[in-house]
């Protein structure tokens, strides 16, 4: 139609795309509430638990040289089902999708109440890290060369990903125990005062109010590792396999 810019789109497309922008936007907001209120402290942790295995790992095979070789074969057969002779699209759907894995992993793990876990996947992280540089330097290789072109393009994005996730899992798991622990003491009061019907009554209220909802966790896990932890994932995959092995 004439005086119609190319660029312009029929009134009811826009209607469209504005209303998925604001769904979009209600969800990311929704998550940086999720992010403030419970992550960020679990955040922290894990990238604290990381370090820790990243020196762990460092210092393990410098005082044992003699494991290198079994670590490595470790390191390997979790790598397995990424080929790296692999097309790049390939390439970055399969590193893709063994991260995405691992993460579901770290988070699923947060079902056990009370243990965490799930902090255990940025701890053998870091010690693989940790242990890859040792490798490179016992080999004359330049350490900080490779952790800047081999290790910092994707892991800068990859990285949150995986303390995200673990974020998630540590969340979910103490959640549960939060739970179990107001049902205990909901029960256990609940015997302890038959006699004053208006002191259970307010004790059972004090009880449920820091009780969480599991439910409602579960569903902004869920939504949390969609939201987050997968696109930072693919994002990171696609830097490891177009990106990364041109700039070593």
């Not at 095979?61 to 057969?77: C, E, G, N, S």
């Not at 080929?83 to 894995?101: E, G, K, M």
């Not at 992280?125 to 290789?141: E, S």
């Not at 019907?197 to 009780?211: L, M, Q, T, W």
Request: proline share 6%.
């Amino acid at each position: 139609m004439i005086g119609l810019d190319i660029g312009d789109h029929p009134p009811g497309k826009r209607s469209v795309f504005k209303k998925l922008g604001g769904v979009i936007a209600a969800l990311y907001h929704s998550e940086w509430e999720n992010w403030t209120s419970h992550y960020r402290r679990y955040f922290t942790i894990a990238a604290r638990i990381l370090a820790v295995g990243f020196i762990l790992g460092f210092l393990v095979v410098m005082i044992r040289p003699d494991l290198q070789t079994k670590a490595l074969i470790i390191i390997l057969r979790q790598l397995k089902d990424i080929s790296l002779q692999a097309p790049p699209p390939v390439l970055a759907l399969s590193i893709f999708y063994h991260n995405a894995l691992a993460s579901a992993g770290a988070v699923l793990m947060g079902l056990l109440p009370f243990f965490c876990v799930s902090a255990l996947d940025p701890l053998l992280n870091g010690a693989a890290l940790g242990f890859l540089t040792w490798t490179a330097k016992a080999h004359g290789h330049n350490v900080f060369m490779m952790l800047l072109t081999r290790v910092a393009p994707h892991g800068i994005i990859e990285l949150p990903a995986v303390l995200y996730a673990t974020s998630i899992g540590l969340h979910i798991s103490l959640s549960a125990g939060k739970k179990i622990v107001a049902v205990v003491r909901r029960r256990s009061r609940k015997g302890q005062e038959p006699a004053d019907p208006g002191g259970f009554i307010e004790s059972y209220a004090a009880v449920s109010s820091a009780e969480p909802d599991l439910l409602a966790v579960a569903g902004d896990s869920l939504r949390s590792f969609l939201l987050v932890v997968l696109p930072l994932l693919l994002v990171a995959a696609f830097v490891e396999a177009f990106v990364t092995p041109h700039l070593g």
